[in-house]
């Protein structure tokens, strides 16, 4: 019982397999890039991306220094908005001052809530 293993080269044109492969090697070889761009190409791909780089920290840079150019314009519009908010929200000391109509909250009991009165 012997095998042969040897395929001649019409076996492997008639296999639908290799000739994809084949076809894909042809393609893979046209789509090379030429060598003599390389070096030139290479250069100004590093060029491009070190400008990119630079600009974009440059801009970083700029838009923080103008963030903390404007903190103390948000701080005091914020301390502003915080001292209306305790007027509105400040209750009455005057003597006799009542904020609230009497008995509306008064008679509302909550389960577990007990007032003395």
Not at 34 to 40: A, Y
Not at 55 to 70: D, K, N, P, R, Y
């Amino acid at each position: 019982m012997t095998t042969d293993h040897s395929f001649s080269t019409d076996d492997y044109q008639h296999n639908a397999a290799w000739r994809a492969a084949s076809r894909w090697q042809q393609r893979a070889r046209q789509a090379r890039p030429t060598r003599r761009m390389g070096g030139f190409k290479l250069a100004l791909a590093t060029l491009v991306g070190a400008v990119t780089l630079v600009l974009a920290t440059m801009m970083a840079l700029v838009l923080s220094l103008v963030g903390l150019a404007l903190m103390p314009l948000v701080r005091h519009r914020m301390k502003k908005r915080m001292e209306a908010y305790r007027a509105d929200h400040a209750d009455d000391i005057t003597p006799g001052a009542t904020t609230r109509a009497s008995g509306q909250d008064d008679a509302r009991v909550w389960e577990g809530q007990y007032e003395v009165k």
